[in-house]
Every structure is written in C-alpha cells, then in structure tokens.
C-alpha cells in the first residue's frame, strides 16, 4: 500500500517540475514568432509585444489547466 501513495505524489512531482519548461518554450516561440514577424513585414515592435502577451496567457492557461487536473487525480 505504500507504493501506491509514493508513486502519486512522484508523479505529481515530475509533472509540476514541467510546468516551468513548458512556459519557457510556449513564451520563446511566441516571441521569435513575433520578432520574426516585425523584422519581415514591420519596422515596430508591434507583433512581438502582441504575441509575447498572449504567450504569457497561454501558458499560464496550461499551468491552470495542469494544476487543476492534478488536483482532480487525488
């Protein structure tokens, strides 16, 4: 029986240790996009700033979503 807790809380772990790269990859590319995107059609920093934004809700959206579903395998 105590393998069982153990192993849970293991996963819980692996997957909250994820959170943090998965944020850094949905951010980076969606600023590349952006700064890919202003170099080839704008002089501004305007796609950047738009896509960096909506990164940042995008993951958080992830991490919520994550949290939320860890809390529900308990």
């Known amino acids: 029986m105590e ?13 909250l240790m994820n959170i943090p790269f998965q944020m850094g990859i949905i951010i980076f590319f969606f600023t590349y996009l952006g700064t890919w995107l202003d170099e ?26 994550q949290v939320k579903n860890l809390n529900k395998e308990d």
């Open 3 to 15: 393998q069982k807790p153990h192993k849970k809380t293991s996963s819980k772990w692996i997957a």
């Open 40 to 65: 080839k059609y704008t002089g501004t920093s305007i796609f950047t700033i738009i896509l960096s934004l909506l990164a940042v809700f995008i993951a958080l959206y992830n991490v919520i979503r």
